[in-house]
Nanobody, 115 residues
């Protein structure tokens, strides 16, 4: 059974940094696409960043230059380095993985940025 478990969320002041991690377990086959999404209160879930197994990345315009997505394929772990955080980055951050065409989601980790 595939599981994605996020960690690293918390409370940080504006301008600060956080690093999120997502550990995938129960994975037999290689994971192609992995990504981070977020959902702020009262808003729809939105893409933050994605990365392929080969390392090609894609970012939402709102986080370009501030966030960096990376992955360790050997450990099936995904990361999101978040710098220069803004109050509008406050949201629950979800890890997503595409495994053989099936989408899996973690339960999310809360990031709160105070002004």
């Amino acid at each position: 059974q595939v599981q994605l478990v996020e960690s690293g969320g918390g409370l940080v002041q504006a301008g600060g940094s956080l690093r999120l991690s997502c550990a995938a377990s129960g994975v037999i086959f290689s994971i192609n696409f992995m990504g981070w999404y977020r959902q702020a209160p009262g808003k729809q879930r939105e893409l933050v960043a994605t990365i392929t197994r080969g390392g090609n990345t894609n970012y939402a315009d709102s986080v370009k230059g501030r966030f960096t997505i990376s992955r360790d394929n050997a450990k099936n772990t995904l990361y999101l380095q978040m710098n220069s955080l803004k109050p509008e980055d406050t949201a629950v951050y979800y890890c997503n993985a595409d495994i053989l065409g099936v989408n899996y989601w973690g339960k999310g980790t809360l990031v709160t940025v105070s002004s």
